[in-house]
């Protein structure tokens, strides 16, 4: 028998190539799934009942309601938390470095009860809920490298507050609206998500792959009820 | 003829014996990488994906993935040695016969050497060196 260490490096390379095969074979087929009629700008109006078709809903800790509500022209998306946590999603693929804009409505008619004294210092508070989520999603490959920009309306927190959470250093929450003034009104958040991902990630960001939004209400034990209408996504400085 | 005794050293440095430690060595540690690394990335892919989000994936992925990649660091190196060994000794167990066959042949050729080749237990080509002491007896 003879040996050569040249045609066993051969047979690495050519094992090495099956796995990167394998690897694209699995990114291709297993990334998330993005809606083709959904490049670019993308407009959610929760106008009809069939309104959350192509949103997907993942459950955490209890089951959110979240249901269209009226289903006319004045339609809006509502949620209701009780002593739960689940949020839903959109895949919606668009490059932010062209196409930077992202706007919603959102309006909290309930906040959770949070204890007083238990949010103060800016930092993370892991044991923590928002009436109102907006989640705006960068994946990566592997999926657990993605980054997310989440935009949170918060009681307590002032306006602006960046928070990073020591256990996902990948995620930047941001208070968008804050405070209890505006209970029970319809706030239109617009945002830049090029100008935050470079401004907290301190890089241009990658495609956009998708939205979610998010009312939870389960750390606190309470209840909490959020409504959510006009998400435009990907979309040029106006 | 067959010896009992323990062969010391386990590496003898021949070309032979490095290209069959090497084939032995890779062998074993390249499917075994390729393996390896479709189940971790596959694994963790598919199970961020469906879990998507950001807090979910930090406060049920990460731990476990933090802890794997933990136990491969503290594994990979025992496992690489254990391999390395095992390798050593298969590598040996037919470098070293044929080290032998071809040394004693040529004191036997040179006339410094008249008795039968010894071939160790666990060694391989215990029936070629049977011939071979045949042949010599048959001289």
Known sequence: MKIKPKKILTYGLIGAAIVC???????LFNRP???KTLRGVAWFKFDKHNSLDGWEEKIFNGRVLYSVKDGSSKGYLNAYSQKAASGILRWVKFNPNKHPMISWKWKVVQFPQRKVGTF????????????ARFYVIFPRFPFFRLQCLEYVWDKDLP?????NNPNFPNLKLIVASSGDQNLGKWISIERNVFEDFEKYFGKA??????????TDADNTASTAEAQYNDIEVGYDKK | MIKNDLRKKKYLGTTFQKKLLFLVFAAAVIP?????????????NMLSIQMFFPEAIAYNVMPVLNKINMVIAIAIPIVLVVLWLI???????????????EKELGEIVAGTKQGPIMVRRKDEFHSLAAKINKLILKR
């Not at chain 1, 103060?120 to 009436?131: H, L, P």
């Not at chain 1, 960001?205 to 998708?210: D, E, H, S, T």
């Not at chain 2, 075994?32 to 990335?41: H, Q, S």
């Open chain 1, 33 to 35: 799934p993005h809606d």
């Open chain 1, 120 to 131: 103060t210092d800016g930092s993370w508070v892991e044991k923590d809920d928002y009436a």
């Open chain 2, 32 to 44: 075994a990488t390729v393996i390896a690394l479709c189940l971790y990335y596959m694994i963790f």
């Open chain 1, 21 to 27: 095969a394998l690897l694209l074979i699995e990114f």
């Open chain 2, 87 to 101: 390798a050593l000794e298969l590598s040996h167990r037919v470098a070293g016969p044929l080290y032998r066959l």
């Open chain 1, 205 to 214: 960001p990658g495609y956009v792959g998708a939205i979610a939004i998010m």
């Open chain 1, 159 to 163: 306006l602006g507050t960046v928070l």
